[in-house]
């Protein structure tokens, strides 16, 4: 890359700079928690046993907080223009602006480092449940292209918990950029370009940590949310004259018991068609409690309903959903089926003369709402038709 073709005059000056952490808005839902990070240098005669070379610094520490979405270095892979600047130079802007770039990025972290080899910095950084990780970088100075870092490291534990503290030792790694041996400035390009590789144990170093890392959360996480209780009932329908069970069920485990007021309101039935349940009580250390409602077999024919709903719950819990159930009562009576109407039939006069007409009248056993015909037929007896 065209970076890579400059010849580069390097002092290795990056001293102390004021802390510069720049912010991205964050998703309104994400619980937000403070650590203290602090950096110790150890670059000392058991971290390079051939000896520490004069001048021997960390540079200005730069990285970001960021989500799982971007990986700004790793080793294996090879380093971007941003990063083979930090290893050769401490060269800080082009890589604070890989990580400002990026969509999944909470905030940039830039901080000096004050003391040489054995330098210091502490600062505090802002993380959440949806950016919980953090990657650094520093130049180990004066040297070709090594530099020591953390890429992604999380701040939650396997089980999605904040950690109290989480300590990092850090190693030397080779950007592999550019060629050399000796703590030196000035080497040729490495070509074609190498991967970033961890170098402790081999060359210059032995296999004890050049620095450290240190994450204190100095900040409460925030309280686990408050378990909702919801209620359902079983048989539903339920057939009168039979109990009918209603459980409340907790979103989490309580450790201790509590008690879920309830209220019971008639719909179509009446308040005597069912009994009484006020409360349901959930153990400590388990999710459900049940209650009973019994139902009267009544004269009614009709299916019946009413409503068990939470009443005013205690500050253990909250309510979820449902937070009512309708229950129906399934009337178990037989309706009875009215009689359906006939109908007679009678001629007058009769007998009649002849050449005289006769009438004919229908009579129903029961007035129908609406109009009916009634088909006749005429057969012929002795007469003629």
Do not use: C
């Amino acid at each position: 890359m065209q970076l890579r073709l400059l010849r580069r005059w390097r002092f290795g000056l990056l001293l102390v700079v004021p802390v510069a952490i720049a912010s991205f808005p964050s998703p309104a839902a994400a619980q937000t928690v403070t650590y203290q990070v602090k950096f110790e240098g150890n670059w000392t005669l058991a971290s390079t046993p051939g000896g520490v070379v004069g001048g021997a610094h960390f540079t200005t520490l730069i990285g970001g907080v960021h989500g799982s979405g971007v990986t700004f270095w790793a080793a294996g892979e090879q380093a971007s223009a941003g990063v083979e600047l930090v290893a050769e130079l401490g060269s800080t802007p082009t890589f604070r602006s890989e990580v400002q770039a990026s969509s999944h990025t909470l905030s940039v972290i830039q901080e000096g480092v004050a003391g040489g080899g054995t330098g210091t910095a502490t600062f505090n950084i802002d993380v959440t449940t949806t950016h919980p990780l953090v990657t650094l970088l520093s130049m180990i100075g004066p040297s070709p292209d090594w530099f020591v870092g953390v890429s992604g490291v999380s701040l939650l534990d396997g089980s999605n918990q904040w950690r109290e503290s989480h300590v990092v030792d850090l190693f030397p790694y080779d950007a592999g950029t550019e060629d050399g041996t000796e703590f030196t400035l000035s080497n040729d390009d490495t070509d074609p370009q190498g991967v970033i590789t961890r170098i402790a144990g081999t060359g210059k170093f032995s296999n004890v940590r050049m620095a450290r890392l240190t994450f204190t959360r100095t900040t409460p996480p925030p309280p686990p949310p408050t378990p909702s209780v919801s209620l359902s009932a079983s048989p539903n329908p339920v057939d009168e004259g039979q109990p009918v069970t209603v459980t409340a069920q907790l979103s989490e485990v309580l450790a201790n018991s509590v008690t879920i007021p309830l209220e019971l309101t008639a719909g179509s039935a009446e308040a005597g068609d069912f009994g009484a349940l006020a409360s349901i009580t959930i153990s400590g250390g388990r999710t459900t409690g049940t209650g009973t409602i019994p139902t009267v077999d009544d004269a009614d024919t009709d299916d019946e309903t009413f409503t068990v709903s939470l009443g005013t719950l205690p500050a253990e819990v909250t309510a979820g959903n449902p937070s009512s159930v309708e229950v129906t009562i399934r009337d178990g009576d037989e309706k009875p089926v009215p009689p359906t109407p006939s109908v007679s039939l009678a001629v007058s006069p009769n007998p009649v003369d002849e050449g005289q007409p006769v009438t004919v009248t229908a009579r129903l056993s029961e007035t129908l709402a609406n109009s009916v015909t009634i088909p006749l037929e005429l057969t012929a007896g002795s007469a003629e038709a």
